[in-house]
């Protein structure tokens, strides 16, 4: 929609009521809006304005006791059900460690906040704390349980509630820097840096200084380091990491938050384009149609290689990312080796 043509406040809340059973995000698609303008609709009605720092966030969440914490992109939703805990927080990174509930996240990315109470089925209110970036793509969502302390909840709603709680909300779409330009990839420089890492944290630093895409880099390296597998590796991934027991780690990101798994997974079910985990504290939903490659990676650290599988769009955005779990220090699982290992290749037509 151009800007002429955006819907109003009303009108979005109209088009809501007469698609009841369409997810929120898929509302924002057909209308052509940012998933924060939706919700800004319904300020003073169902949504409040509040403070979108995560750091200050953070300095309060715990007291919210057990909630289901949600992370998505475009092709994936991973959800965990824990407390907030053993918080580190700072000017560009921000950790929590907890138990279950395990992120790293980007402050400077987060820019509006939500608290949003709905009526569910019966008397029963479901409430949320709903974050989004500048263009209104959501960073994280905290969603209350019945076990959730409601009084910190509504304190918090209380202290953070923004002077503006107007329902028009303007979407500032990120710009390009020079800093987010890849070129082409020199592959002798590529593979001699790569064989030089000691700690698979370095990689990023490396396709930064090297002006490398993720996916160029992973491509061009050589299959020594890096190999494409079938475009639904990651389903046979999940089925044999639950049938064997093998802990896995699952990063789930978009550019303000990631969010990690790490444990084991029990429940595999398919249904429809999507695959899920529909374990306990643990939810996966993972849009099989939206990957485009999938590479199994190695990256050479003090412990010897680390493998990794990689699914990306067709954009080259990377949706999902798995590792086996491991402690710093400790070779890799022969476990999750053996399963990566007998995960099927891309036929030779896709990875021409």
Same mark, same amino acid.
């Given at each position: 929609? !151009?800007?002429?043509?955006?819907?109003?406040?009303? $009108?979005?809340r109209a088009y809501r009521?007469?698609?009841?059973?369409?997810?929120?995000?898929?509302?924002?698609?057909?209308?052509?809006? *940012?998933?924060? @303008?939706?919700? @800004?609709?319904?300020?003073?009605? !169902? @949504?409040?304005?509040?403070?979108?720092?995560?750091?200050?966030?953070?300095?309060?969440?715990?007291?919210?006791?057990?909630?289901?914490? =949600?992370?998505?992109?475009?092709?994936?939703?991973?959800?965990?059900?824990?407390? /907030?805990?053993?918080? !580190?927080?700072?000017?560009?990174? *921000?950790?929590?460690? %907890?138990?279950?509930v395990d992120l790293r996240?980007?402050?400077?990315?987060?820019?509006?906040?939500?608290?949003?109470?709905?009526?569910?089925?019966?008397?029963?209110?479901?409430? *949320?704390?709903? /974050? #989004?970036?500048?263009?209104?793509?959501?960073?994280?969502?905290?969603?209350l349980r019945p076990a959730?302390?409601?009084?910190? /909840? =509504?304190?918090?709603?209380?202290?953070?509630?923004?002077?503006?709680?107007?329902?028009? #909300?303007? $979407?500032?779409?990120?710009?390009?820097?020079?800093?987010?330009?890849?070129?082409?990839?020199?592959?002798?420089? =590529?593979?001699?840096?790569?064989?030089?890492?000691?700690?698979?944290?370095?990689?990023?630093?490396?396709?930064?200084?090297?002006?490398?895409?993720?996916?160029? +880099?992973?491509?061009?390296?050589?299959?020594? /380091?890096?190999?494409?597998?079938?475009?639904?590796? +990651?389903? #046979? &991934?999940?089925?044999?990491?639950?049938?064997? %027991?093998?802990?896995?780690?699952?990063?789930?990101?978009?550019?303000?938050?990631?969010?990690?798994? !790490?444990?084991?997974?029990?429940?595999?079910?398919?249904?429809?384009?999507?695959?899920?985990?529909?374990?306990?504290?643990?939810?996966?939903?993972?849009?099989?149609?939206?990957?485009? $490659?999938?590479?199994?990676?190695?990256?050479?650290?003090?412990? %010897?290689?680390?493998?990794?599988?990689?699914?990306?769009?067709?954009?080259?955005?990377?949706?999902?990312?798995?590792? %086996?779990?491991?402690?710093?220090?400790?070779?890799?699982?022969?476990?999750?080796?053996?399963? &990566?290992?007998? =995960?099927?290749?891309?036929?030779?037509?896709?990875?021409?």
């Amino acid at each position: 929609m !151009t800007e002429k043509q955006r819907p109003t406040p009303s $009108e979005i809340r109209a088009y809501r009521a007469e698609n009841p059973k369409l997810r929120e995000r898929d509302v924002a698609v057909q209308l052509g809006i *940012s998933e924060a @303008a939706l919700i @800004a609709a319904e300020v003073g009605l !169902t @949504a409040v304005r509040i403070d979108g720092s995560a750091n200050r966030l953070l300095e309060k969440a715990p007291s919210l006791g057990e909630v289901m914490v =949600l992370t998505r992109n475009d092709s994936a939703v991973h959800e965990k059900i824990g407390v /907030y805990e053993k918080i !580190t927080a700072g000017q560009h990174a *921000s950790i929590v460690l %907890g138990e279950n509930v395990d992120l790293r996240i980007f402050p400077q990315v987060w820019a509006h906040g939500f608290a949003v109470s709905k009526k569910g089925e019966g008397d029963e209110v479901r409430r *949320s704390l709903q /974050y #989004f970036d500048a263009a209104g793509n959501a960073v994280q969502k905290i969603h209350l349980r019945p076990a959730s302390n409601l009084d910190a /909840y =509504l304190a918090l709603v209380d202290e953070f509630r923004l002077e503006d709680q107007s329902q028009d #909300f303007v $979407e500032v779409k990120p710009s390009v820097s020079d800093a987010d330009e890849t070129g082409p990839v020199d592959v002798p420089v =590529l593979r001699q840096n790569w064989s030089e890492m000691t700690d698979t944290h370095q990689f990023f630093g490396m396709l930064k200084k090297l002006k490398i895409g993720r996916r160029d +880099a992973v491509r061009s390296v050589g299959e020594d /380091y890096a190999w494409q597998v079938a475009s639904n590796a +990651a389903e #046979f &991934l999940l089925r044999a990491a639950a049938e064997k %027991g093998t802990d896995i780690m699952c990063f789930v990101g978009n550019n303000g938050t990631i969010q990690i798994h !790490t444990g084991p997974i029990g429940k595999v079910e398919p249904m429809g384009p999507w695959i899920n985990v529909m374990d306990p504290t643990f939810h996966l939903h993972l849009r099989q149609d939206h990957i485009s $490659e999938c590479w199994v990676v190695r990256k050479p650290t003090k412990d %010897g290689h680390v493998t990794s599988l990689e699914a990306y769009d067709a954009k080259g955005e990377m949706i999902i990312q798995f590792f %086996g779990k491991r402690k710093e220090g400790n070779v890799e699982l022969a476990a999750w080796r053996d399963i &990566l290992d007998g =995960l099927p290749r891309a036929d030779a037509s896709v990875a021409a």
